[in-house]
């Protein structure tokens, strides 16, 4: 698409958003025909109006293999703008993920607050969390009121939902697993322990490294 295809497209549809289509693109691939559960964050609440929520909101698909699949949007320019066509990055680059062992999404609502934290964090600090980092955070369980043994993320490239590229760019999907203390401490120790991590949870049969808020053993 030119430019001007690019202008007039804006002129002639209010609801052109070629950053939420690529998102929907991707996640159609994945589960076909689907109509996820979506949910919208507050208007008032957005950063376009003072507020602290950097996202437009959160779908969640299920797989048939038996998870939830959250993703994001608003990490990347989602509606017509003509500041960001022709970019090599939609936006930060990027949308997160997660991948939950549950089978009501209201038992996932907490990880909703998680991403839009980590949004926040990127948006006024500037700092994209990126696939092979590790966030800490305070030693708490991830869900706040449990006592999941999940107390840290480790970021990966999602396993499953392909990098798109529309008008502004690529945009790619990173997803967030959960891991212990334990693991976020031997990844601090040694970085290659992210990479070993990885493969001793594909070994054990969580290939899409779906975060499983039950679980009780370190792999490392």
């Given at each position: ?8 497209r804006l002129r002639e549809d209010d609801e052109y958003a070629p950053g939420w289509q690529a998102i929907d693109d991707a996640f159609e691939r994945l589960y076909p025909g689907q109509l996820p559960e979506h949910y ?97 955070g305070d030693g708490s369980p991830l869900r706040i009121g449990s006592d999941s043994l999940i107390t840290a993320l480790l970021l990966v490239d999602d396993t499953e939902a392909e990098p798109q590229t529309s008008v ?53």
């Open positions: 698409m030119t430019r001007d295809e690019f202008l007039a919208g964050t507050n208007l008032h609440a957005r950063a376009m109006f003072g507020g602290n929520e950097y996202l437009d909101g959160f779908s969640f698909y299920t797989s048939p293999k038996g998870y939830k699949h959250l993703v994001t949007y608003g990490m990347t320019v989602l509606y017509g703008d003509e500041d960001a066509f022709g970019g090599t990055r939609n936006g930060w680059g990027y949308e997160m993920t997660m991948k939950l062992a549950e089978k009501d999404v209201e038992e996932c609502l907490w990880a909703v607050s998680t991403m839009s934290n980590l949004a926040r964090y990127t948006y006024t600090t500037g700092r994209p969390t990126l696939p092979g980092a590790c966030i800490r502004y760019g690529e945009t790619r999907f990173v997803q967030l697993v959960g891991i212990t203390a334990a693991e976020a401490q031997a990844i601090a120790d040694d970085h290659d322990n992210a990479g070993r991590l990885v493969e001793l949870m594909r070994a054990d049969g969580n290939v899409d490294l779906v975060t499983d808020m039950r679980r009780t053993a370190s792999y490392l």
